[in-house]
């Protein structure tokens, strides 16, 4: 069992394997009744299971993270969400990169063996199999930031949270997310009903950063009561921010996409020639978690749900 939520970044910072993530499910789950939960573990598709912590009959807001880890990457995933030029051309640098290992490669192998169909075949295979492995791969050894610091956020979250309000509020660590927003697709299919008029905060890579941005959904943002409710966390908080994207280009790839309500949550460093970005998650040098961030979320989402603590 673990005693408090950044214990998770010691002991379970690979959560990839079935093996991982059931010792680390085995060690939340003990945790979250000593601060007065119940928990559940609920299957979904692809063999997900998701944590979930609380009622999700009564609430009215979902905190989600997801908990698996990813694959390692030859070079990081770097995001741009407020940046569409930079955005598109990162993702055609990456295809392009592939494409010429692939190309390359069966090259290679072709002359190997003296056939253009040869070739053909071994760059196809090898392109596919890079491709899977961004998925399948080995597992990454660094996570602090994706998504350690969205499972330590929303534990903290959850423990801080006054009694008489934890009615008002689910937890929920989703599983595979990394495969393509698995578990919390499942989850919202599981509970349509309650979900289609929740606020959903979803936690992902909020360690590494002094600007944290929200981006809600297109459906939340024309919901004038739901967005005066993210309004009233924004702000300065010491050396830090939170603002909200209400306006221009906005992609932030994160669980919060399977939700009407969902609002994707981060934090991100800031350059001249790229604006907000976030560059080192699944590379090795994931391994900054900045627990001014967490705490500053979890003050702020407490207080957006009790509509009570001065920031």
């Not at 890579?205 to 002094?210: A, K, L, R, S, W």
């Not at 969902?262 to 590379?283: D, E, P």
């Amino acid at each position: 069992m673990i005693d408090k939520p950044m214990d998770v970044l010691r002991d379970f910072p690979v959560r990839k394997s079935k093996k991982q993530k059931q010792a680390f499910r085995d060690a939340v789950q003990p945790y979250l009744n000593t601060i007065g939960y119940d928990s559940a573990i609920e299957k979904g598709s692809m063999g997900a299971k998701n944590i979930v912590i609380g009622n999700p009959e009564t609430a009215k807001y979902l905190v989600t993270a997801h908990y698996d880890t990813p694959a390692a990457l030859p070079v990081p995933n770097l995001i741009t969400p407020c940046n569409a030029f930079t955005f598109i051309i990162y993702q055609f640098v990456i295809v392009g990169l592939f494409f010429l290992v692939a190309v390359g490669t069966g090259i290679l192998i072709g002359l190997l063996f003296d056939s253009a169909e040869v070739a053909g075949a071994a760059g196809g295979i090898v392109y596919w199999v890079m491709l899977i492995a961004m998925l399948v791969g080995p597992a990454n050894k660094n996570n602090a930031n994706d998504n350690t610091s969205g499972v330590v956020t929303v534990l903290e979250t959850a423990r801080s949270m006054p009694e008489c309000c934890r009615d008002k509020v689910c937890f929920v660590l989703f599983d595979l997310e990394e495969a393509g927003l698995i578990g919390s697709s499942s989850y919202q299919k599981a509970h349509k009903n309650q979900t289609k008029d929740q606020i959903v905060l979803n936690l992902d890579c909020v360690g590494d950063g002094n600007e944290i941005m929200m981006f809600p959904n297109k459906k939340l943002k024309k919901n004038a009561e739901k967005m005066e409710q993210l309004r009233s966390i924004t702000g300065t908080w010491g050396e830090k921010s939170i603002a909200i994207r209400e306006k221009g280009f906005a992609y932030y790839p994160s669980d919060q996409k399977n939700f009407p309500y969902g609002v994707g949550i981060a934090a991100f460093n800031r350059s001249s020639w790229a604006g907000l970005y976030c560059s080192r998650i699944h590379t090795k040098k994931d391994t900054v978690l900045e627990e001014t961030n967490l705490n500053i979320l979890r003050a702020a989402i407490v207080s957006m749900i009790t509509c009570g603590a001065v920031k």
